[in-house]
């Protein structure tokens, strides 16, 4: 999608390595998102962060962390990585004006084996 | 905690053929979004609703929203192939940040 890009777009790691996905946008928004995307849970929120070096957590965040040193950039890092972490990672941008919609990145595939 | 229920969770229908997703929320919020996703793919913005009774058009799909019933509905008509597709609603949880919370999604399979 214009204005957010994620990398890389697929990952296969071994359990227990760290792992590190980067979500980069243009847009210059303060509210950026990591979920995770699942099989019968549709996306689940991981952590968010509503300004640089300001971060907090969602509902699955236990494994993960992440990091905004910089308006345009958010890490999410899984420290030791586990097979249950093998998901699809989405971040996404909140443009905060009505009528509009949050905007997706196209998805990390994380395979951890 | 915000729960989002949608139903169904899969629908397979013929091709002109009307139907309705539902999507019931816990809590009260007055921001509800429709998603598109294709397999493989990212979400798509389809709608966002945002107050009591809106009620949005795009080609063969319409949303609303009752915020009264914390219900909102994405109805189809006469479907066509191209409308095959996994569509998800979520709902703004109130505060500063305003979190999304997403439904488990439909899987629409539209039949020739």
């Known amino acids: 999608d214009a204005g957010i890009t994620q990398s890389p777009r697929h990952k296969v790691t071994e359990t227990g390595t760290p792992v590190t996905l980067r979500c980069h946008q243009t847009?210059?928004?303060?509210?950026m998102y990591w979920y995770r995307q699942d099989p019968g849970h549709g996306l689940r929120l991981i952590h968010y962060?509503?300004?640089?070096?300001?971060?907090d957590k969602g509902e699955v965040s236990d494994g993960y962390s992440v990091s905004r040193s910089k308006t345009e950039d958010f890490l999410l890092t899984l420290e030791s990585a586990t097979s249950s972490q093998t998901s699809v990672y989405f971040c996404?941008?909140?443009?905060?004006?009505?009528?509009?919609?949050?905007?997706f990145g196209s998805g990390t595939r994380l395979t951890v084996v | 905690e915000l729960k989002v229920e949608q139903n169904p969770l899969f629908l397979s229908m013929q091709e002109g053929k009307n139907y309705t997703i539902y999507c019931n929320y816990s809590t009260t919020s007055d921001r509800l979004y429709w998603y598109r996703q294709d397999p493989g793919k990212s979400l798509e913005s389809l709608f966002v609703l945002l107050s009591n009774g809106a009620v949005k058009q795009e080609g063969r799909l319409m949303a609303s929203l009752d915020t009264k019933a914390r219900l909102s509905t994405l109805h189809i008509t006469a479907a066509v192939h191209d409308l095959s597709a996994t569509y998800f609603c979520?709902?703004?949880?109130?505060?500063?940040?305003?979190?999304?919370?997403f439904g488990s999604g439909t899987q629409l399979t539209v039949l020739p």
């Open positions: 962060s509503y300004g640089v070096k300001d971060t």
């Open positions: 847009e210059n928004h303060r509210y």
């Open positions: 979520a709902v703004d949880i109130s505060g500063s940040a305003r979190q999304l919370t």
């Open positions: 996404a941008i909140n443009p905060r004006r009505g009528g509009y919609g949050y905007t």
